[in-house]
T-cell receptor, first 115, second 111 residues
Framework: GAGVSQSPSNKVTEKGKDVELRCDPISGHTALYWYRQSLGQGLEFLIYFQGNSAPDKSGLPSDRFSAERTGGSVSTLTIQRTQQEDSAVYLC?????????????FGQGTRLTVV | AQSVSQHNHHVILSEAASLELGCNYSYGGTVNLFWYVQYPGQHLQLLLKYFSGDPLVKGIKGFEAEFIKSKFSFNLRKPSVQWSDTAEYFCAVDNTGKLIFGQGTTLQVKP
């Protein structure tokens, strides 16, 4: 597609349930990023993929969070046993991924509400 | 660890006022620098970027930013703001392919 696509756009889930968030990057973009945007918290880095590997997982808040990327394209962010503090907008971005041209393009985000 | 600081969290200006938003980063090596904007209800989009060359970069909608290596700064400026500039502004730094963002600055422009 023309831009980064995220689904679902909104997700309401009960505390304790697992959720999967999907990101479809721009075709040809090797780098893919996940961020979390909470009110007053800015953009919190979660994880970064270069191809299918994740050189940096340092931002994942706990072991309930995991992400994978297959085929160098679609990525899934999984949150297990969701907690209310997981409520936020989860943003995905992609870029060409090489030094000197790392402009990132963002999706619209998935708004997650844990009730 | 690499970090980005935006000193102004909430700025309120009247139309036609000049704008400067501060951004400082912690990494001393070669960096790529960005300013992103998020208009109400919209996704993040790029305002301008610096990779190399002229440290004064111009972006969309009359924005510009100056990279001052000695000060580890990349401040955003606009000579005369408009009501439509009301948005949240994020500075970001990358040196290894990983983009780190500042906390963001909310700009409110009063008509």
């Amino acid at each position: 597609g023309a831009g980064v696509s995220q689904s679902p756009s909104n997700k309401v889930t009960e505390k304790g349930k697992d959720v999967e968030l999907r990101c479809d990057p721009i075709s040809g973009h090797t780098a893919l990023y996940w961020y979390r945007q909470s009110l007053g918290q800015g953009l919190e880095f979660l994880i970064y993929f270069q191809g299918n590997s994740a050189p940096d997982k340092s931002g994942l808040p706990s072991d309930r969070f995991s992400a994978e990327r297959t085929g160098g394209s679609v990525s899934t962010l999984t949150i297990q046993r969701t907690q209310q503090e997981d409520s936020a907008v989860y943003l995905c971005a992609s870029s060409l991924g090489h030094v000197g041209n790392t402009e990132a393009f963002f999706g619209q985000g998935t708004r997650l509400t844990v009730v | 660890a690499q970090s980005v600081s935006q000193h102004n969290h909430h700025v309120i200006l009247s139309e036609a006022a000049s704008l400067e938003l501060g951004c400082n980063y912690s990494y001393g090596g070669t960096v790529n620098l960005f300013w992103y904007v998020q208009y109400p209800g919209q996704h993040l989009q790029l305002l301008l970027k610096y990779f190399s060359g002229d440290p004064l970069v111009k972006g969309i909608k009359g924005f510009e930013a100056e990279f001052i290596k000695s000060k580890f700064s990349f401040n955003l400026r606009k000579p005369s703001v408009q009501w439509s500039d009301t948005a949240e502004y994020f500075c970001a730094v990358d040196n290894t392919g990983k983009l780190i963002f500042g906390q963001g600055t909310t700009l409110q422009v009063k008509p």
